[in-house]
């Protein structure tokens, strides 16, 4: 091990801010531009993880339209969406004293980067985080390997020193291509089930259970 205390890697949607109703807005506005039908507020939530690319692209039957859709998201997400969230209850508090512990933190998430630098720079704990890791406008690093490999790479860390923190498969699978601990959290839209079958080593029914997790 570098460093005494390990780097954690926060995914953001889920695990810092419930950010449902900004997603699911964009997302129903996006097929409604697209004059495509609106799925139910369930299905809807299951595009709370992937990149958008992922989840517009077996909807539509070419590359083109797929970006369409994509742009139309993020019209909206640029005006309102990204305003659309709020914060877990509990994960201010874990996240400062996270901090104060000694713990490097950065944001890596599926999120376009820019968006998700905006979220994380109006977080009242924002500023605690080193960096903001998030995918490509154009969806050239949007799968959570790459992107953790790109944080690895921006702050000079080793895997062995890391955790990856998050509530979707998408994060622990991340996490497990580069042979990195992590955690799976139970509060954001992945479940207990989808994270035991993803591998997740330890899981968090609640902001509070970290720290002890990680200690």
């Known amino acids: 091990m570098g460093d005494a205390r390990p780097t954690l890697f926060f995914d953001l949607d889920g695990t810092l801010i419930d950010s449902a109703d900004g997603i699911t807005r964009c997302v129903a506005h996006a097929l409604n531009a697209m004059q495509r039908p609106v799925p139910d507020d369930a299905a809807l939530r299951r595009w709370i993880g992937p990149s958008l690319r992922t989840s517009f692209g077996p909807l539509f039957e070419d590359a083109a339209e797929v970006e369409a859709a994509v742009e139309h998201y993020r019209d909206r997400f640029e005006q309102v969406g990204w305003t659309e969230h709020t914060v877990y209850a509990g994960i201010a508090g874990t996240v400062e004293a996270l901090h104060a512990r000694g713990h490097r933190l950065a944001v890596v998430t599926a999120k376009n980067e820019p968006h998700a630098r905006r979220i994380v720079e109006h977080l009242p704990f924002g500023g605690l985080f080193?960096?903001?890791?998030?995918?490509?406008?154009?969806?050239?690093?949007?799968?959570?390997?790459?992107?953790?490999?790109?944080?690895?790479?921006?702050?000079?860390?080793?895997?062995?020193?890391?955790?990856?923190?998050?509530?979707?498969?998408?994060?622990?699978?991340?996490?497990?291509?580069?042979?990195?601990r992590n955690i799976g959290v139970l509060w954001g839209f992945g479940g207990e089930a989808e994270l035991r079958e993803a591998g997740a080593a330890r899981l968090a029914s609640t902001p509070g259970e970290l720290a002890a997790l990680l200690a």
């Open 130 to 180: 080193e960096d903001v890791i998030g995918a490509t406008p154009c969806g050239t690093r949007s799968d959570k390997p790459e992107l953790i490999a790109e944080a690895l790479a921006r702050l000079g860390l080793d895997a062995g020193d890391c955790w990856m923190i998050g509530d979707r498969r998408m994060d622990i699978e991340g996490a497990r291509h580069h042979g990195m």
